[in-house]
Each structure stands twice: as C-alpha cells, then as structure tokens.
C-alpha cells in the first residue's frame, strides 16, 4: 500500500492482558520502526527492522515487550501482561532504507488503554 | 535525558504572519535534523529536513535554519495559514552508526493560527 496500515485504531485491555498491534509498511520499504507516545509527550523509540530482521532494539522494555516482522505478513507488537503505565499511542513507520537522511513515514496510530 | 527540546508548548500567530517554532538539541552526535508536523489522530507527517552540513533549506513557505555552535534549528513558516495549526516535532538523527534514521524527537510545539 502507499500509506503505513495499522491495526486496531484502539485497544482497551484490562491489567495483566495480552495486548497486540499490527502495521502493514508501505510496499517496498524494507526499514519498520515502533514509537511510543504517552500523553501526547514525546515519541520513545522501541525497535526497527530491516525486513524481517531486528536491526535496533535499544529501545524496548526488556520485559513483557516482543516484536516480529515476519514474510507477508503485517508487522508486530505485543504486549504481554500490560500494564497501566503501557498506555499510549504506538506509532508504527517504514522507510525505504536505512540511511541517516531517509525520512520516515508513520501511520496513524494505535492508541491502547490499559485499565 | 532530554536530547531534543523544544521549550515552546504552544505558539499562536495570525494568519498572513510569521510562525517560528524553534528546537535546542544537546547531543553533537546528531547529524540530521526533521520537522514533523502532526494534526490530532493521525501520525506525525514529513515536513522539511536540513543536514548538518548546511545552515539553512527552503522549500515553499517553510524554511529550516540551523545554528551548529548554538545546537539550534528553528522552522519559519510564511505566511501563516489556518491550516498550519497542528503539533509540530523536531526530531533529530545521529551520523549514520548503523542504527540510522532512529529518530530522538522533541515534545512539541503547538501552532495555532488564527484568522
């Protein structure tokens, strides 16, 4: 597609479930990355991919965070056992490669409520 | 740790007049510099990017200026349109280390621009 798809648009979920986003990249761009945004503050990196590949993960809580872009299939971000304080938005974008003047796309969020 | 900031929460202009958002950055590292620009429920969007080696890139009514000495950019936006009112992000990258286009974003700025 020629925009970044994520899916759903909202979460609720109860403390301690399982919560999972997906994006779909727009075609062609090999590079995905996972930002959060809590209360509309600033944008907290979490990981990247090259295709399927990690590429960055200093970002991601070590625990309860996991993430996979699989072949033909949308990217990934779960969270298991949520907390209240994962609430935010996850902000999912591509780009077509990894160089340090290639903007990123980003779609139009998933925000999670955790209660 | 706050490596990008932009000390403005919000800014409110006229329409017809000049908007200047500015953005102070602490890491040397930085190579790159963006603004985004994001209405509410959607993703931040590209707006303009300048690399270190200049001081300033204009494109239509958006200019970014670049102060290395001063770690600073700042974005002018003229004239004004209503459509302008959104958050707007700096967002800043380091020289390309293998984790390129990673970006460190500020809180923002909100613009409002009024008739």
């Given amino acids: 597609g020629e925009e970044v798809a994520q899916t759903p648009k909202h979460l609720v979920r109860g403390e301690g479930q399982k919560a999972k986003l997906y994006c779909a990249p727009i075609k062609g761009h090999s590079y995905v990355f996972w930002y959060q945004q809590v209360l509309k503050n600033e944008f907290k990196f979490l990981i990247s991919f090259q295709n399927e590949n990690v590429f960055d993960e200093t970002g991601m809580p070590k625990e309860r965070f996991s993430a996979k872009c699989l072949p033909n299939s949308p990217c990934s971000l779960e969270i298991q056992a949520t907390k209240l304080e994962d609430s935010a938005v996850y902000f999912c974008a591509s780009s077509r490669a990894g160089t340090t003047n290639e903007k990123l796309f980003f779609g139009s969020g998933t925000q999670l409520s955790v209660l | ?115």
């Fill in chain 2, 1 to 115: 740790d706050q490596q990008v900031k932009q000390n403005s929460p919000s800014l409110s202009v006229q329409e017809g007049r000049i908007s200047i958002l500015n953005c102070d950055y602490t890491n040397s590292m930085f190579d790159y510099f963006l603004w985004y620009k994001k209405y509410p429920a959607e993703g931040p969007t590209f707006l303009i990017s300048i690399s270190s080696i200049k001081d300033k890139n204009e494109d239509g009514r958006f200019t970014v200026f670049l102060n290395k000495s001063a770690k600073h950019l700042s974005l002018h936006i003229v004239p004004s349109q209503p459509g302008d009112s959104a958050v707007y992000f700096c967002a800043a990258s380091p020289r390309n280390t293998g984790t390129a286009s990673k970006l460190t974003f500020g809180t923002g700025t909100r613009l409002q621009v009024t008739l």
